[in-house]
């Protein structure tokens, strides 16, 4: 059973950070590129940081560069999402996916909310 958990959302003061955690299970890990997305209420979800199987070459979506950064374990079976000088407009639903060449898997998303 292919199972992708999120954790370490919660909420957060402007300029704070909090790092996302992604445990996979149930499939080969190290085969799968991994990314993390993100949903605002009203919005579209959103790319916001991608990493292939072999770590290199990590991708970030414009807004998010310089503040995120993406890692994966994959000892662990693991990738992390480490958010410093947090915003209010990265208020939203992260979600971990994970895609190889012939499927793709969706994490079930948790909460960031960053306000004052």
């Known amino acids: 059973q292919v199972q992708l958990v999120e954790s370490g959302g919660g909420w957060v003061q402007p300029g704070g950070s909090l790092r996302l955690s992604c445990a996979a299970s149930?499939?080969?890990?190290?085969?799968?590129?991994m990314s993390w997305y993100r949903q605002a209420p009203g919005k579209e979800r959103e790319l916001v940081a991608a990493?292939?199987?072999?770590?290199?070459?990590?991708n970030y979506a414009d807004s998010v560069k310089g503040r995120f950064t993406i890692s994966r374990d994959n000892a662990k079976n693991t990738i992390y999402l480490q958010m410093n000088s947090l915003k209010p407009e990265d208020t939203a639903v992260y979600f971990c996916?994970?895609?190889?060449?012939?499927?793709?898997?969706w994490g079930q998303g948790t909460q960031v909310t960053v306000s004052s």
């Open positions: 990493l292939t199987s072999t770590a290199f070459n990590p």
């Open positions: 996916r994970a895609v190889s060449l012939r499927e793709g898997y």
């Open positions: 149930g499939f080969t890990f190290i085969g799968y590129a």
